[in-house]
């Protein structure tokens, strides 16, 4: 045992045992592709294997944000990980790209191997439904930076699309119609603005019943980050979906128009996708303007495809088939901006 170490506030032995735990959730992550061992110092994937002509690599990093607040709060973090892996993935996918392998960072204020466990337990049921590899990662002790009950996690995965086949938005044409895809709820942005609705302007209690929500607020507000990969590879390997939007922080307002040519606008109808009942309890307690709402939540639309007005029953079919729920919520226009008519 390291006992100078120990005396700073590192116990290598729970680290030790950390990686013991975690290792029966990394191992149900293996795909094609997979190489070597957990504990080497660099992850390894071999992209041969795939036979792909022309590999355009394709990658992402982010983090959970403030939502983790909510998580120490309802001492649940079983979930917190599959959101991580949500907000990489789903960025790579809107390039068209299947992501390959995932790296995760947790610093923690304590290592208490149990609780890293359900936190690594979620990155790989986040890692399945992506069908991606659960490569490495690190845990960080660091008790003068973190509270003791305190973490931070972060992720990085890398994805791969045929050059010819990789989304870009330069196929975007006015007359372009979106197709929706539902989120699971708020996902993991706007979070600040959550936690101040909830404790600094109303006092409200996480573990209080709602009935409009239909569970716990803290419960609802922890619904892990949808992952939309499988599906909507799918649906990329039969149609020419002409743009992907990852619905993040800024909302419709920031999100869409990163995929917009000069002199092309979005027209959105509300009224078209149902809106799930938290962004309606957020903004009556938080007395939120309702188009502001659309800019700073992903109002029920986690992800958008634009795609040509001839494809639009097959895709909303496919996904559906595919156990999505999708619509058409607006259109491409040639007046710029994002136009949303409310109800």
Do not use: M
């Given at each position: 045992m390291a006992e100078s170490y120990s005396k700073a506030g590192v116990?290598?032995?729970a680290g030790y045992e950390s990686v013991r735990l975690i290792k029966k959730h990394?191992?149900?992550?293996a795909r094609l592709g997979m190489m070597g061992n957990i504990g080497s110092f660099g992850g390894m994937f071999d992209l041969s294997l795939l036979k792909m002509k022309e590999p355009v690599l394709v990658s992402g990093t982010d983090g959970v944000g403030t939502k983790l607040k909510l998580a120490f709060m309802m001492d649940k973090h079983d979930t917190i990980?599959?959101?991580v892996v949500a907000m990489c993935v789903n960025d790579v996918l809107a390039q068209g790209a299947a992501p390959l392998f995932f790296l995760d960072y947790i610093a923690v204020g304590k290592n208490e191997p149990t609780k890293i466990e359900q936190i690594v337990k979620g990155v790989a049921d986040g890692c399945v439904l992506a069908n991606c590899a659960l490569i490495g990662g690190e845990t960080a002790e660091m008790p003068d930076m973190y509270d003791i009950d305190e973490y931070d996690i972060a992720g990085f995965t890398v994805g791969?699309?045929?050059k010819s086949k990789l989304i870009?938005?330069?196929k975007v044409k006015v007359g372009d119609l979106l197709v929706g895809i539902s989120s699971s709820g708020v996902h993991s942005n706007g979070f600040s603005l959550v936690r101040k609705i909830i404790f600094k302007d109303n006092q409200l209690d996480l573990k209080q019943y709602y009935d409009e929500l239909g569970g716990t607020l803290g419960e609802t507000l922890l619904t892990p980050t949808r992952i939309y990969v499988k599906p909507v590879l799918e649906v990329l390997s039969k149609?020419?979906?002409?743009a992907i939007c990852h619905i993040t922080g800024g909302g419709f307002d920031e999100n869409i128009p990163?995929?917009?040519?000069a002199g092309q606008g979005i027209y959105v109808k509300e009224g078209?996708?149902?809106i799930p009942p938290i962004f309606h309890f957020l903004e009556k307690y938080g007395k939120v303007p309702h188009r502001e709402m659309f800019n700073i939540f992903n109002m029920g639309v986690g992800m958008i495809l634009v795609v040509d007005p001839k494809d639009k029953d097959q895709v909303i079919n496919q996904l559906k088939d595919l156990g999505e729920t999708a619509t058409v919520i607006g259109e491409v226009t040639d007046k710029e901006g994002v136009n949303i008519d409310l109800l």
């Open positions: 116990n290598l032995e990394i191992a149900k992550t990980g599959q959101d791969a699309v045929e870009d938005g330069s149609v020419d979906i002409h990163r995929v917009l040519q078209n996708w149902t």
